[in-house]
C-alpha cells in the first residue's frame, strides 16, 4: 500500500499562487499514475490534473484549471505538485492526490490539504 501525504495548502487572496506537494511513502508497479483531485464545499469531488509517473507525460487538465495549473513531478523524491496560478474563488477546495495503475483507476489516496481563496 502506498501512504500518500499532500501539503502546501492555505489561504489565498483571489490571484494569487500555492504550489501543492504529494509526497508518496513508495513507488510500486502498480503505480503509474498520479493525480490530483479537489473536492469544493458542498460539491463532488472533480479530477483537476493527472500524469504518468515514470515520464512526467501529463494526461488530464480540467478545464477550469488548464492554463492556470501545472502539474509536475520528481522521482527523485517521490513527489508530484501541482502549481496554482491566478487563483480564483472558485478553485477554494480539498485537493487531494491519489495514485494508481491508470488513468481512472485510482488505488492509494492522500488525507487532502485545503485550499481557500478569499476576495
Known amino acids: 500500500q502506498v501512504r500518500l501525504v499532500e501539503s502546501g495548502g492555505g489561504s489565498v487572496q483571489v490571484g494569487g499562487s500555492l504550489r501543492l506537494s504529494c509526497v508518496a511513502s513508495?513507488?510500486?508497479?502498480?503505480?503509474?499514475?498520479i493525480s490530483w483531485f479537489r473536492q469544493p464545499p458542498g460539491k463532488e469531488r472533480e479530477a483537476v490534473a493527472g500524469?504518468?509517473?515514470?515520464?512526467?507525460?501529463?494526461?488530464y487538465y480540467a478545464d477550469s484549471v488548464r492554463g492556470r495549473f501545472m502539474v509536475s513531478r520528481d522521482n527523485a523524491v517521490r513527489t508530484t505538485y501541482l502549481q496554482m496560478n491566478s487563483l480564483k474563488l472558485e478553485d477554494t477546495a480539498m485537493y487531494y492526490c491519489a495514485a494508481g495503475p491508470y488513468p481512472g483507476k485510482m488505488t492509494s489516496w492522500g488525507q487532502g490539504t485545503q485550499v481557500t481563496v478569499s476576495s
Open positions: 513508495t513507488y510500486t508497479d502498480s503505480i503509474n499514475v
Open positions: 500524469l504518468y509517473r515514470e515520464t512526467g507525460t501529463i494526461y
